[in-house]
């Protein structure tokens, strides 16, 4: 194993790795954003808006995020939708998670007992209000480990935006084995270091989890 490049390499990847983190991050507000509106469509009373919701998660998980981001970069300046390669992973990454963490909110909420729906409007409460302030309450507790596993899929999978060239951790692992030919020791940098960014989420996670257990 080549030390000398491990350490001579090792700064430019701690800089990657923040890219990393940053669409990451973005991609996940995103996704929540999204996955929120459509678990909500598809438990809405409307025909139109259900059909919606179902077409939505189908589409984004029934077809390869790779894909998705391919027709969203390449294909989006045909439609006149033109966006910088970091943009296109931040949106690509965020509507694609968003139709998992629709599914995880959806089945949390779901798991609610229905007679906590009944006794609130039974005291006056309208169909807003006993979602608000008596269900989402209750199923927060129960989104925490499923949304925490989706951001940890998200973590992994902005390897993708190499790709469309983002300048993130696989896309500079790439680069470097093109001029240095050692493969072992560049993608395992790039191993340790997505390692340890999905600890930190995943301690993140947990934290989170005690906090509303306790509560």
Not at 28 to 52: E, P
Not at 73 to 84: H, K, T, V
Not at 135 to 140: F, H, K, N
Request: charged content about 15%; glycine content about 8%; aromatic content about 10%.
């Amino acid at each position: 194993m080549d030390v000398s490049l491990v350490e001579r390499v090792f700064p430019f990847f701690v800089e990657a790795a923040w890219i990393t983190i940053e669409i990451s991050v973005l991609a996940l507000a995103l996704g929540l954003v999204v996955a929120f509106l459509i678990a909500a469509a598809k438990m809405s009373r409307s025909l139109l808006l259900r059909a919606f919701g179902t077409a939505y998660v189908s589409l984004f998980r029934g077809t390869p995020c790779l894909i998705q981001l391919f027709v969203l970069y390449f294909g989006g300046p045909q439609i006149g939708i033109n966006l910088e390669p970091f943009a296109a992973g931040v949106i690509g990454l965020g509507l694609n998670i968003g139709a998992y963490m629709a599914e995880s909110i959806r089945g949390a909420v779901l798991s609610v007992d229905r007679g906590q729906t009944e006794a609130a409007r039974s005291i006056g409460f309208s169909r807003f209000q006993t979602m608000r302030k008596v269900i989402l309450p209750q199923a927060a507790r129960l989104m925490i480990r499923p949304l925490g596993v989706n951001a940890v899929a998200l973590v992994k999978g902005s390897a993708l935006v190499s790709t469309i060239s983002v300048v993130e951790l696989t896309y500079t692992a790439q680069r470097y084995i093109g001029s240095t030919y050692k493969p072992f020791e560049i993608f395992g940098v790039a191993a340790v270091l997505y390692m340890l960014i999905v600890y930190v989420v995943a301690r993140i996670v947990d934290l989170i989890d005690r906090r509303y257990a306790i509560a």
